[in-house]
């Protein structure tokens, strides 16, 4: 079992910059990846950046060039680095782990952090 706790979320006003924290614990192999989701209010959950346990990174269109995702494997633990934030950023953020067990992939989720940007 995996248990992924999220943290640095809050309210930050536009142009400015929050740095999100996913600290994993428990079982996690060593063939894993970590994404961030995030889901505003009517909307549907879209993925923000994902990375692998090697360090390969990937975005969404939206988000490209302004957040940095990265991790520090030795902390169990993958950062979100929001900069340039707009208004259309704010949204609960997700932390999601991808762990292969040998066999499938098993899926956990953290509970979310809420990034509001104001205008």
């Known amino acids: 079992q995996v248990q992924l706790v999220e943290s640095g979320g809050g309210l930050v006003q536009a142009g400015g910059s929050l740095r999100l924290s996913c600290a994993a614990s428990?079982?996690?192999?060593?063939?894993?990846?970590v994404a961030w989701y995030r889901q505003a209010p009517g909307k549907q959950r879209e993925l923000v950046a994902a990375?692998?346990?090697?360090?390969?990174?990937n975005y969404g269109d939206s988000v490209k060039g302004r957040f940095t995702i990265s991790r520090d494997n030795a902390k169990n633990t993958v950062y979100l680095q929001m900069d340039s934030l707009k208004p259309e950023d704010t949204a609960v953020y997700y932390c999601?782990?991808?762990?292969?067990?040998?066999?499938?992939?098993?899926?956990?989720w953290g509970q979310g952090t809420q990034v509001t940007v104001s205008s």
């Open positions: 990375i692998t346990n090697g360090g390969v990174a």
């Open positions: 999601n782990l991808e762990n292969w067990d040998g066999s499938g992939w098993l899926v956990y």
């Open positions: 428990g079982s996690i192999f060593r063939r894993n990846a």
